[in-house]
């Protein structure tokens, strides 16, 4: 990889140890004010007009209107923000940003009429992702993520979560993990949280024997990866194409019982009663959902686990299907929004983009998608109380943008601008940050 003036720096270590006053004519801290929630647009994203807000060690110490703002913070200096709005950095919840290969050709297949089916006979779909992961060096996959990651870190994203789930034996599962953790120690700025997907499909040398597959999982792989460190989370696809209930209560089960927290790909192609699964187990989201149907909701709704919602890959199956978002919205699920960013059903390199999508083909209000890509997707990961709201507490990971309305972010069918992001005590291009990825790909 080619060296770089900046490896040492990362989100943290540019965080100054002097306070620092930041103000901006408008704030959507994306707060979740509970009871206190109106109908109002702005109420709901917990917006604030001529704001300050007081940062100590990359912390936030007060938020409020500057008028307000108080006496033990007035002489700290002042770090204008460059454009009128300011949000919380984005947090993609839901990735495959580590992989080998390229389905470009298959993509052009299937538009040519050659189906799915015909595709995988052939080798192709996602095996061929499994044979082009297992080939690639760790430095590869670093590189090729560090790419990726460019495009997210551009639009303002400060944490992405990245799935295993392309190697799908121990040593090619665990360089996955390894890889998504070096992309984060490398990357300025960018949070990574892992997530072991070994059960994303049955491998072809398990193909006859799934069950030996499901047994190495639980008793080798999830071992392996929580005694190395390498695993935040753990996820299972459940669908007739991969992991039966059974298989993935027995996958998830495991990893609870070593201490990991629960995904599930659930009800994206058919009913299956996963949400139910995910729910009662207490994961702390099931997503795609486009098959979930009332008992799910819920089920989800007493868990309180996150409905995550994935409108890249319904637009690229050209799924007609659609989550059930009202009665979500009706029982209280809180919703995250996430790219799924991966190379068969979902290569969608802007979370921005995906909550366009979910307003306009999934029926999300604007209000919800922009707290889908910030507090709900930092709950989906478990780090509510550090990112994804502007409140005291958190940290101090501001983009602002030159706009004025925040459904500006989701109302454009891409071409957001560019924001600045605090970083210690400067405001920096979100293309710089960009840059810097581009220079370990
Ligand atoms: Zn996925």
Redesign the pocket.
């Known amino acids: 990889m080619s060296p770089s003036p900046h490896q040492h720096r990362n989100g943290s270590a540019g965080d100054s140890a002097e306070g620092r006053v930041i103000t901006a004519a408008r704030l959507a801290t994306m707060r979740d004010r509970g009871a206190a929630a109106t109908d109002d647009e702005a109420a709901r994203l917990g917006a604030i007009e001529a704001a300050a807000v007081a940062v100590r060690d990359g912390r936030i110490e007060w938020v409020g209107v500057a008028d307000g703002l108080p006496r033990a913070y007035a002489d700290w200096p002042r770090s204008p923000a460059p454009g009128p709005l300011v949000t919380p950095a984005l947090v993609d919840c ?3 940003l580590v992989y080998g290969g390229s389905r470009a050709a298959e993509f052009e297949q299937r538009l040519s009429g050659v189906s799915y089916e015909q595709i995988a006979r052939a080798g192709g779909g996602i095996l061929s992702t499994v044979r082009a992961t297992r080939a690639a060096s760790r430095e590869e996959l670093v590189r090729s993520a560090a790419a990726r990651s460019a495009h997210l870190l551009r639009e303002g994203v400060g944490t992405v979560e990245i ?1 295993s789930g392309y190697g799908l034996r121990i040593d090619s599962e665990l360089e996955m993990l390894r890889a998504a953790r070096e992309l984060g120690e490398l990357l300025p700025g960018l949070r990574v949280r892992t997530t072991l ?1 070994a059960a994303h499909a049955v491998p072809p040398e398990h193909r006859d024997r799934p069950e030996r597959y499901v047994d190495e999982i639980c008793e080798e792989i999830l071992p392996a990866a929580v005694d190395e460190g390498l695993a935040d989370q753990a ?1 299972v ?1 459940c669908e007739n194409i991969a992991f039966d209930l059974e298989q993935s209560e027995r996958v998830l089960r495991a990893a609870a019982d070593l201490g990991l927290s629960l995904r599930m ?1 659930a009800e994206q192609l058919s009913a299956s009663g996963a949400a139910e699964l995910a729910a009662r187990l207490g994961a702390r989201s099931a ?2 959902l486009e098959y979930l149907g009332p008992a799910g909701v819920e089920a989800m709704r007493r868990s309180g686990s996150v409905a995550v919602l ?1 409108p890249g ?1 319904l637009y690229t199956l050209r799924e007609t299907r659609r989550p059930p978002v009202e009665s979500l919205r009706r029982a209280g699920v809180e919703i995250a929004v996430a790219t ?1 960013w ?1 190379p068969g ?2 290569p969608l390199g802007s979370l921005l983009l995906a909550a366009n999508m979910a307003c306009t083909l999934l029926g999300t209000l604007p209000d919800e998608a922009l707290v889908g890509v910030t507090r709900a997707g930092a709950r989906v990961l478990g780090l509510e109380d550090e990112v994804g709201t502007i409140e005291v507490g958190r940290r101090a990971e501001l983009l602002s943008w030159p706009l004025e309305d925040p459904v500006e972010l989701c109302y454009r069918i891409g071409g957001q601008p560019t924001p600045h992001r605090l970083v210690g005590d400067r405001w920096i291009d979100c293309g710089e940050l960009a840059a810097e990825a581009v220079r370990w790909s």
């Open positions: 839901h990735t495959h799935k997907l996820d696809f790909h997503d795609h994935l890959a799924d991966n059903s979902s």
